[in-house]
């Protein structure tokens, strides 16, 4: 897909894109540049919610930090 860049700098995001990442009118979207590519983030309305669970299977668990912290605890005595 392509779309073209208006005088203003203006371009509008294609509306296959758009459904399929759900933006709307009040959507924000966060541009970088990296090696000399964009790219366009999704900003969620809800960034915190969107962010549970993206860590699950991974990493230390509950279980596990707390018993490394114990550990610390003995060691700092």
């Known amino acids: 897909m392509q779309t073209t860049v208006s005088v203003r ?19 924000k979207l966060e541009w970088q540049v990296r090696d000399g ?3 366009v983030f999704v900003i969620p309305q ?4 969107a962010a549970i669970g993206i860590l699950k299977d991974r990493g230390p668990t509950t279980e596990e930090l707390l018993a490394e ?3 610390q605890r003995e060691r700092e005595r």
């Open 9 to 27: 700098g203006q371009t509008v995001v294609p509306r296959p894109i758009r459904e399929t990442l759900g933006i709307t009118t009040s959507t």
């Open 46 to 49: 809800d960034p915190v919610r």
């Open 69 to 71: 912290r114990k550990v």
């Open 37 to 39: 590519v964009i790219l």
